[in-house]
T-cell receptor
Framework: GEDVEQSLFLSVREGDSSVINCTYT??????LYWYKQEPGAGLQLLTYIFSNMDMKQDQRLTVLLNKKDKHLSLRIADTQTGDSAIYFCAETPGNTGKLIFGQGTTLQVKP | DAEITQSPRHKITETGRQVTLACHQT?????MFWYRQDLGHGLRLIHY???????NKGEVSDGYSVSRSNTEDLPLTLESAASSQTSVYFC????????????FGEGSRLTVL
């Protein structure tokens, strides 16, 4: 089945690292995604990882993929107050082109 | 600049009324999607389309319909609005690019009284 699970809330202090975790079910997803949603706005693509990669780094963002456990994580280094948002992971089951999203993790960054 | 727009941004309606939410994109994308966002559920797929005259049901399609008469538009219709359909609705489109990135509209907040 198609199911993506995330924890709902994470609170960190400014300057700390944040790690947001996600588990997915469909091993045929070619890409796995992290989207960011700021208050009152739609989602925007933050980063993605190709399924044959274990890690992708993009400035302050590090994505780790464990295909065996179907586990995806997003690490934000030196978290800033501007990083406060809801973060969604998503899979593309059966490479059908549609994205299935998790519940979203609300990241709260305290000054 | 190409974009995706939704209208109305906010709507209040009564139970039993028909409601249509509009979605228009100027990227010439073939793939378009409607999601609803509810607290604790994240985004759930309602309907999607891979091109003109193509429509497909998502995981929460009951009570909703879509039509695709051209590339630019995918209107979402609630035939008989129910209070359970109070939600924020997002339209998205996707081209044929390798990464499959979705581009989202700003959302339409619907309240059914």
């Amino acid at each position: 089945g198609e199911d993506v699970e995330q924890s709902l809330f994470l609170s960190v202090r400014e300057g700390d690292s944040s790690v947001i975790n996600c588990t997915y079910t469909d091993s045929s997803s070619t890409y796995l995604y992290w989207y960011k949603q700021e208050p009152g706005a739609g989602l925007q693509l933050l980063t993605y990882i190709f399924s044959n990669m274990d890690m992708k780094q993009d400035q302050r963002l590090t994505v780790l993929l464990n295909k065996k456990d179907k586990h995806l994580s997003l690490r934000i280094a030196d978290t800033q107050t501007g990083d406060s948002a809801i973060y969604f992971c998503a899979e593309t089951p059966g490479n059908t082109g549609k994205l299935i999203f998790g519940q979203g993790t609300t990241l709260q960054v305290k000054p | 600049d190409a974009e995706i727009t939704q209208s109305p941004r906010h709507k209040i309606t009564e139970t039993g009324r028909q409601v249509t939410l509009a979605c228009h994109q100027t990227w010439n994308h073939n793939n378009m999607f409607w999601y609803r966002q509810d607290l604790g559920h994240g985004l759930r797929l309602i309907h999607y389309s891979y091109g003109v005259h193509d429509t497909n049901k998502g995981e929460v399609s009951d009570g909703y319909s879509v039509s695709r008469s051209n590339t630019e538009d995918l209107p979402l219709t609630l035939e008989s609005a129910a209070s359970s359909q109070t939600s924020v609705y997002f339209c998205a489109s996707k081209g044929q690019g390798n990464t499959g990135e979705l581009f989202f509209g700003e959302g339409s907040r619907l309240t059914v009284l």
